[in-house]
């Protein structure tokens, strides 16, 4: 099955600085790669996703970077804020069976603390 | 938000006790997952149901029994569990994207905070 490593576990900013988060995965399989923010108390959101026909992505602050040789995957966010502090989880399918409905496995997630 | 609702959002159950968890979604989605999200481990798949059949058990105890009567409902029964089963527990939906396509956004829901004593 897929194994996820995510790095840091903890990860302290400057506010306005920015902040890389990263992750690789084991099957070479895999095409799809989320991040999901998740705040105290709620349920993970996603806030950026990419597959593999592509090697970046960006959203305003956000962009994902996908490196398919090595099997690892970046977040980045710029100009970091206040409201960005959450803990961020990367993921890739787990089993990946070919069809479109695979359960995610998990990176174990890093904190991310903004300081003011 | 209404896109993917949990109930209860809070549970607490002694070891002897049976109970079940209900999520549903609003967004037109035919796939549903459990996943576990306790403290010392990352978010664990559970269950993948895609089209209400079961596609995907990640080695759960059977103590845990899902159940999908439709694409929009997913119930997770709990029966003679362990404290060590204190958890989060997530719900999920998507769309079923093509064979041999991409995975689709999962949504989640707020999630039932279990307590086992």
């Known amino acids: 099955g897929e194994n996820v490593e995510q790095h840091p576990s903890t990860l302290s900013v400057q506010e306005g600085d920015s902040a890389v988060i990263k992750c690789t995965y084991s099957d070479s399989a895999s095409n799809y790669f989320p991040w999901y923010k998740q705040e105290l108390g709620k349920r993970p959101q996603l806030i950026i996703d990419i597959r593999s026909n592509v090697g970046e992505k960006k959203d305003q602050r956000i962009a994902v970077t996908l490196n398919k040789t090595a099997k690892h995957f970046s977040l980045h966010i710029t100009e970091t804020q206040p409201e960005d502090s959450a803990v961020y989880f990367c993921?890739?399918?787990?089993?990946?069976?070919?069809?479109?409905?695979?359960?995610?496995?998990f990176g174990k997630g890093t904190h991310l603390i903004i300081q003011p | 938000e209404t896109g993917v609702t949990q109930t209860p959002r809070h549970l607490v159950m002694g070891m002897t006790n049976k109970k079940s968890l209900k999520c549903e979604q609003h967004?037109?989605?035919?796939?549903m997952y459990w996943y576990k999200q306790s403290a010392k481990k990352p978010l664990e798949l559970m269950f993948v149901?895609?089209?209400?059949?079961?596609?995907e058990n990640n080695s759960v105890p059977s103590r845990f029994s899902p159940e999908c009567p439709n694409s929009s409902h997913l119930f997770l029964h709990l029966h003679t569990l362990q404290p060590e089963d204190s958890a989060l527990y997530l719900c999920?939906?998507?769309?079923?994207?093509?064979?041999?396509?991409?995975?689709?956004?999962?949504?989640f829901g707020p999630g039932t905070r279990l307590l086992v004593l």
């Open positions: 993921a890739a399918p787990g089993e990946y069976s070919g069809g479109g409905a695979d359960g995610l496995t």
């Open positions: 967004l037109g989605h035919n796939a």
């Open positions: 149901y895609n089209f209400k059949e079961q596609t």
């Open positions: 999920a939906s998507s769309q079923d994207g093509e064979v041999g396509g991409f995975q689709e956004t999962q949504y």
